[in-house]
């Protein structure tokens, strides 16, 4: 070691003095400029020489030789090893949530205290399949069916009082990790929230009622100077009649865990569908179906009837007159199918897509005024939706009219009928 740093020392000073001679022999025979040129470069290849030779020593005392040295080293990493996975495994046992580790036989690997205390994970269970010792509960139905997709609020294998909310993730190669959430405060407050909805909308129908029925008796005629009144009066009547029922709709939407399986001819839907789009524009739009498949749908009529006509009447209510609304009806690639209104209307901006279904939520409330909504449309037809394993797809552009698509799952597609598609149009006047 000492021999190699002298001769990186000699060989340091041999570059620096020989820069100085040359410099001296450029004076004398160049010139200034060509002496400070060699100069600068000789102390230039110095301070490179030095700097490699620092790194070369700093290298070689920090680089073990000796098989005993190499041991000490291999043990000193091990230990930080073992030091940060002890942390890790700390930090994940000391969580709220259920953490369980399994490989890809299903074989439980590891699991936290949280596992035990909401999962009824024990010792003895390490080595066995995880679905097991949840055979028989929610929790084990849904990681052998639709593990894939996350589930929430499902009763805790080891005590049913509690809600969880579980996910699987792949972690590694081949293993993977459930892990389930303590939903009980949130689960116990969105119900406090549905019975309170669903309360007040029963006590407030039968006022509603009364007060209607009474406006009702009253003839404007009898009193032409009320009539501007009582027009008013009769139309927020109907209008909060009209919210109280669909929040009763929303509430039996969310206790309501399956609907009826029936077979639902869709081409007689979409008849019936125009019709009531027609008599609700007077004549103000263009309005047609274009249906390129006669297949039927698994699920209930009352409920679909009630989606889709909530999404033609709201075309209906935001197009402009003079407008085009198309009812589609188009089965998919995958064996699912699409049912869909398309319209020319205002067009709705990118920032409020994804909040259309939220209850009361509205775009414009002077627009939702004039047309008479409630605001709660679309969340029925959401959980409608929901209830039918379908999804919404809204797409809008300001200016270029919106498309409310109802996206159906293959296994809720049945074999069309033998009456063949249907195309028909309404033109506006």
């Known amino acids: 070691m000492r021999s190699i740093r002298t001769s990186f020392d000699t060989g340091f000073l041999v570059i620096v003095i020989g820069s100085m001679a040359g410099a001296i022999v450029a004076a004398l025979w160049a010139s200034p400029w060509w002496a400070l040129g060699v100069a600068l470069g000789g102390e230039a290849v110095a301070l ?70 909401l999962l009824g ?25 639709n593990a894939t997709q996350p589930a929430a609020d499902l009763p805790a294998p080891a005590d049913a009082s509690l809600r969880l909310a579980a ?31 669903a309360n007040v909308s029963h006590e407030l129908r039968t006022p509603l009622t009364v007060i209607h029925g009474y406006l009702e008796l009253l003839d404007p005629v009898d009193v032409p100077e009320l009539a501007p009144v009582l027009g008013e009066m009769r139309m927020q009547s109907q209008r909060m009649q009209q919210i109280v029922e669909d929040l009763l709709t929303l509430s039996r939407l969310e206790t309501r865990e399956a609907l009826p399986d029936e077979e639902v001819a869709m081409i007689p839907l979409l008849e019936t569908l125009r019709r009531e789009a027609v008599a609700l524009s007077q004549g103000r739009h263009r309005i047609s179906v274009e249906a390129t498949t ?119 597609v049945l074999p069309p009928d033998r009456g063949g598609i249907f195309r028909a149009e309404t033109p506006a006047n």
């Open 48 to 117: 490179g020489w030095w700097l490699r030779a620092r790194r070369a020593r700093r290298a070689r005392r920090t680089r073990p030789d000796t098989p005993g040295q190499l041991r000490a080293a291999r043990a000193l990493r091990q230990s930080r090893l073992r030091a940060q996975l002890h942390d890790v495994r700390d930090a994940v046992g000391a969580l709220a949530d259920a953490v369980v580790l399994f490989d890809d036989q299903g074989r439980v690997r590891w699991f936290n205290a949280a596992a035990t205390r």
């Open 121 to 145: 994970v024990r010792r003895e269970h390490v080595g066995q399949p995880l679905a097991q010792w949840l055979d028989g509960s929610e929790l084990g139905t849904w990681l052998r069916t």
């Open 167 to 197: 996910t699987i993730i792949p972690f590694g190669q081949q293993l993977k990790v459930l892990l389930a959430r303590d939903i009980s405060t949130l689960s116990r407050l969105e119900q406090v929230r549905r019975d309170f909805v």
């Open 294 to 412: 006669a297949v039927r749908l698994r699920g209930s009529i009352h409920h679909l009837h009630s989606a889709f006509s909530n999404l033609t009447s709201n075309a209906v209510r935001y197009t402009p007159s003079g407008g085009e609304i198309v009812i589609g009806w188009r089965q998919t690639a995958d064996g699912g199918a699409i049912f869909s209104v398309r319209d020319s209307g205002l067009g709705i901006s990118a920032e409020h897509l994804v909040r259309l279904t939220e209850r009361f939520y509205r775009v414009s409330s002077s627009r939702s005024r004039e047309s008479g909504g409630t605001g709660l449309g679309l969340s029925i037809v959401k959980h409608v939706l929901n209830l039918h394993q379908g999804r919404l797809v809204i797409e809008s552009e300001p200016g270029r009219g919106s498309t409310f698509s109802c996206v159906m799952e293959a296994s809720r």
